[in-house]
């Protein structure tokens, strides 16, 4: 069940706050939900550099057949 929450907030993080949700193509709800799901997780759970979107993206090449020479090749190629 998704209660409402008020915040507040100084105009400038308002701002900036909007600016990086529409970068980012999220609300601000969206946003504060995904950072309060980081900071109550348990101990160890995620990596302090592991985000929602990062865990959404875990496994997702895991059937594509590339490998980490692909990867090497990849960047042999574009810096010569």
């Known amino acids: 069940m998704q209660t409402k929450l008020t915040l507040r907030l100084e105009e400038d993080l308002i ?3 909007k600016s990086y ?3 980012s193509g999220k609300s ?3 946003i504060v939900s995904d950072y309060f799901k980081v900071l109550t997780s348990p101990p160890g ?3 302090p550099h ?3 979107i990062t865990e ?3 496994g997702v090449l895991r059937d ?3 490998d980490e020479g692909d990867y090497k090749k ?3 190629e574009k810096h010569l």
């Open 74 to 76: 990849y960047l042999e």
């Open 56 to 58: 959404s993206l875990r």
């Open 50 to 52: 592991s985000t929602p």
């Open 28 to 30: 601000i709800s969206r």
């Open 15 to 17: 701002e900036k706050a």
């Open 64 to 66: 594509s057949g590339l």
């Open 21 to 23: 949700a529409a970068h």
């Open 45 to 47: 759970k995620q990596t």
